[in-house]
């Protein structure tokens, strides 16, 4: 600190015994007005001075941990790491991106800013709402419980002494329930209380960092959200039924009537989307007439897939190994090459707009991100075929055992697996052996949903992995070979499909009912939808995209 400005009364910094009115930012020194117009007559600088009180604060940049009389004002992209002037001109970053860190931190503060207004916002009044709506059960619960008891003493008047004896057994046994339904409601408050806390710690600590303007506490932060998007069980409890009978002396005890068995169901707690994907949409009709408002050509021999970046940009696969990022105006505005042994095997996009590829040779899924190829998921024993980005962030990979005869789907939240769909209810395999396209997308309401080209049906599977509903082709073509490939989905919940050999698009609701066809196109490969609901069809002969209105924008 400086010795002028470690006390309470602030002097200037260049006489040293007169209160400072106004600071120079260049020279991040404080000044009275009589030294104002000397330190202005160096011409050698462009001085800035402003009045004390306009002065910015100044930036806490941290200190190298190398060089420890120099600050980090830069950031190397490759190691991901602040440093310093010094640490730039090294050989250890020699050819490394390197950034202003305030940059940087502007960036990662947006992000923290963007977590914290989720989490206030969307998650913590979820939970919240859940922690009422147990109480509430619980009150239910009370009344519920307290009309069996009543209904138990009618009877006991009615029956008198002879009876007493198996009413006291039977409210026992109500009360038995009871306490059961309460341990299990109870346990279900205090998990949910404990997330609270814990919420609110994280919310505390989030807003202490975005307040200390600490380069180093930012660039540690690391974001949990999506450990509380997807809610603990729901617990919905049925109260048991009693049903009385008429007074038979021979028969009191059955007579006293029956309960209903204990009945306590769960329901997997909701995955909240991200603020971008929750808004409710509007209604949006299908039109009779389709109509291509715009065709993009991309230069390939033979196009595979497309994915959405924008409403106007969209990356696109073809047979070599070169991704081309091209705009309506089949204008390239970037392109990625892989090796040549390994060009990828299908492409998404990410919520954070990163391109994702599967390389089916070295048997892994890769992200680039500044131009720079990642590998993220590394595979043994199987190869990865087909992948999306799902509403939570995670990836969704079909994929194919080395000797062919097994597939799945994995989820992966970052490199991590967290999910396996590979088996209906009766073990049987949901897809087929065959290394032929799956595509896969993510329905609006977290379905899953697999266009297998082998099997001929598109398999649609529930966000637990089980099975909702196979669809075949329309049920009247039963003559007809249907080749599903590209598969996408829109806000409105509508399944589209890529028959490949009959150049159409088939149109399905979010429970398989065949809705529509979109027709006129040359071998539909690739399909995705943009946030405006436009579709983007790769067709494989004319290696054109060819974007789409199939919705009607009149709400």
């Not at 009389?69 to 190397?76: I, S, V």
């Not at 002037?85 to 490394?96: I, M």
């Not at 339904?181 to 807003?207: D, F, G, P, V, Y």
């Not at 040359?522 to 939808?529: A, I, K, Q, S, Y």
């Amino acid at each position: 600190m400086h010795p002028r400005r470690s006390g309470q009364v602030l002097q200037c910094d260049c006489c040293e015994n007169v209160p400072p009115q106004s600071h120079c930012e260049l020279c991040n020194i404080n000044l009275c007005v009589n030294c104002v117009e000397k330190h202005l007559s160096d011409s050698s600088k462009t001085h800035n001075v402003v009045p004390l009180l306009h002065r910015k604060t100044p930036t806490n940049y941290p200190k190298c941990p190398d060089h420890a009389d120099e600050l980090c004002k830069n950031y190397c992209e490759k190691c991901d790491i602040p440093v310093c002037s010094t640490c730039v001109s090294s050989s250890k970053h020699e050819g490394h991106d390197i950034s202003d860190i305030l940059e940087k931190l502007s960036a990662k503060t947006k992000s923290l800013q963007k977590d914290l207004e989720e989490l206030q916002t969307r998650i913590f009044p979820r939970y919240e709402e859940m922690a009422s709506d147990v109480q509430t059960e619980k009150a239910e619960l009370e009344r519920n419980y307290g009309k069996l008891t009543t209904a138990a003493d009618q009877q006991e008047e009615i029956l008198h002494r002879e009876i007493t004896a198996i009413v006291n057994q039977r409210k026992s046994y109500i009360q038995e329930m009871k306490n059961k339904h309460l341990s299990i409601l109870n346990k279900t408050t205090i998990e949910i209380t404990q997330k609270i806390i814990e919420l609110k710690h994280i919310i505390s600590n989030l807003k202490s960092t975005l307040k200390s303007n600490d380069v180093s506490l930012t660039s540690a932060y690391e974001s949990r959200n999506s450990d509380f998007r997807t809610l603990p069980l729901k617990v919905r409890v049925t109260v048991p039924s009693f049903s009385p009978q008429k007074i038979d002396s021979d028969q009191l005890n059955e007579m006293l009537g029956s309960l209903s068995p204990l009945s306590i169901n769960t329901e997997d707690g909701d995955t909240m989307k991200s603020a971008e994907a929750v808004s409710s949409p509007s209604v949006k009709p299908l039109i009779d007439e389709p109509r291509v408002s715009a065709t993009i050509d991309t230069g390939y021999m033979q196009l595979f897939s497309v994915a959405c970046l924008s409403e106007d940009q969209v990356w696109t696969r073809g047979e070599n190994e070169i991704m081309k990022l091209l705009n309506l105006q089949s204008e390239l505005l970037t392109s990625i090459q892989t090796e040549s042994w390994n060009a990828p095997r299908d492409i998404a996009v990410t919520r954070d707009g990163y391109l994702v590829y599967t390389a089916f040779v070295d048997r892994t899924v890769k992200v680039v991100k500044n131009k720079q190829i990642q590998t993220v998921i590394t595979l043994q024993g199987w190869r990865p075929l087909y992948v999306c980005s799902t509403a939570s962030d995670d990836l969704l990979v079909t994929m194919i055992s080395d000797d062919r005869q097994q597939s799945k789907v994995l989820r992966y939240s970052g490199s991590t697996a967290t999910q396996t769909i590979q088996f209906d209810d009766q073990s049987r395999p949901l897809y087929s052996s065959g290394y032929k396209e799956k595509y896969i997308i993510e329905n609006r309401n977290l379905d899953i949903c697999v266009a297998d080209r082998s099997a001929g049906a598109v398999v649609v599977v529930n966000q637990s992995g089980k099975l909702r509903f196979r669809y075949t082709g329309h049920p009247s073509n039963t003559e007809e070979s249907f080749t599903p490939v590209g598969i996408t989905t829109d806000s409105q919940g509508h399944i589209l499909i890529a028959g490949y050999i009959k150049n159409r698009i088939h149109i399905l609701d979010q429970d398989g009912q065949f809705l529509r066809y979109i027709h006129n196109l040359e071998r539909p490969r690739g399909l995705c939808v943009d946030i405006r609901d436009n579709l983007f069809v790769a067709e494989y002969d004319t290696v054109k995209v060819k974007k789409i209105q199939y919705l009607s924008t009149q709400c």
